[in-house]
């Protein structure tokens, strides 16, 4: 049994990672910011930053799913926004990979973004592994640079690193702009994306476990970044219409000009919400099947169908 410790463990993708590690037998580590939950084998480590004390959290500890971040956000406040992001993403990740390769830890499995390569692939065709990093905000530099790091500290100190660059991921728990097209579709209210022809890559919690338990043991696995997705590319349209179905309702979808959206989008002040609802951001997961030998173990209807219900067991329609 591996002993390993995840960080970001209490966040939406964190809780879902720790629940299938323990199913799959690991001895599961959770580094907290505060206080943990009775139950739980907890490291309590503060904020994650280039001075957080990684020691005693790091004590026999086999490998590291390192999730925590400062995440993207659709309207920043920060002064610098690029500084904040690289006190957590950058230096606090430059700090934990150094601490665990010094208490001898093998494996370092890192959660990047697909902000990496860019935010859109409108008339480009899907990003690979191949294509040279475009970020496009400071989230997207900030796990970009991180990456940079733990591929020179893995080179000097031997210590394993494999990188998964991810799309929206999605299922129970689900949050931000996901969660409130559930809550639109689940109340029958119309949506003004009848229109729209795009393509989206996503990836669902059950797909994300397993992808990430393939990386820690895989041994093929280590000094590799890897793009991942459920497989199936979707319209925002597409995926309305599939909600819908998850719910058994009918999807209300009313066919707005996608120009309009975008102009309406830059009087309100969300035109980077509308353009992430009409744009296409595709993803070829082709190097993760072939190199590891994985598949998505769950389609979309079936982890929507879990959102589903967790929707109608946790919020009033």
């Known amino acids: ?3 390993i410790l995840v960080t970001g463990s209490s966040g939406f993708v964190g809780s879902a990672v720790c629940r299938g590690l ?4 690991c001895r599961v580590i959770r580094a907290v910011r505060r206080n943990a939950k009775p139950d739980d084998e907890a490291a309590c480590i503060g904020d994650i930053d280039s001075k957080t004390e990684w020691t005693a959290a790091l004590n026999r500890v ?3 799913v390192h999730l925590a ?3 993207h956000q659709m309207r920043d406040n920060a002064v610098e926004p690029l500084a904040e992001f690289r006190k957590v993403n950058v230096e606090g990740t430059c700090r934990l990979a150094e601490s665990a390769a ?3 830890v093998k494996r370092l499995v890192f959660m990047s973004s697909i902000k990496v390569n860019g935010d859109n692939t409108d008339g480009v065709g899907p990003f690979t592994e191949k294509d040279l990093p475009r970020p496009v905000d400071a989230y997207g530099q900030s796990k970009w640079e991180a990456e940079q790091l733990l591929w020179e500290i893995s080179h000097r ?3 394993e690193v494999v990188i998964l660059r991810l799309p929206l991921v999605y299922g129970p728990e689900v949050k931000a702009n996901f969660f409130k097209l559930v809550r639109h579709v689940a109340r029958g209210l119309p949506l003004p994306f009848g229109s729209i022809r795009n393509r989206r890559s996503l990836l669902n919690l059950t797909n994300l476990v397993d992808a990430m338990a393939c990386c820690l043991e895989h041994r093929a ?3 590799e970044t890897f793009l991942v997705n459920d497989g199936e590319d979707v319209s925002t349209p597409e995926l309305v219409r599939r909600i819908a179905r998850a719910f058994d309702r009918p999807a209300r979808l009313v066919p707005v000009p996608v120009w309009m959206m975008l102009l309406v989008g830059r009087v309100t002040g969300r035109l980077e919400q509308v353009k992430r609802f009409s744009g296409s951001l595709q993803i070829d997961s082709s190097r993760i099947r072939t190199k590891l030998g994985w ?3 769950c389609m979309m209807e079936e982890e929507l169908g879990r959102v589903a219900q967790w929707y109608l067991r946790h919020e009033s329609v």
């Open 1 to 3: 049994m591996k002993t």
């Open 22 to 25: 323990e199913l799959r037998g």
């Open 62 to 64: 086999d490998a590291v």
């Open 69 to 71: 971040a400062r995440v």
């Open 102 to 104: 010094r208490a001898g």
């Open 157 to 159: 100190t031997g210590m």
């Open 221 to 223: 696995a280590s000094g």
């Open 295 to 297: 598949t998505p173990p």
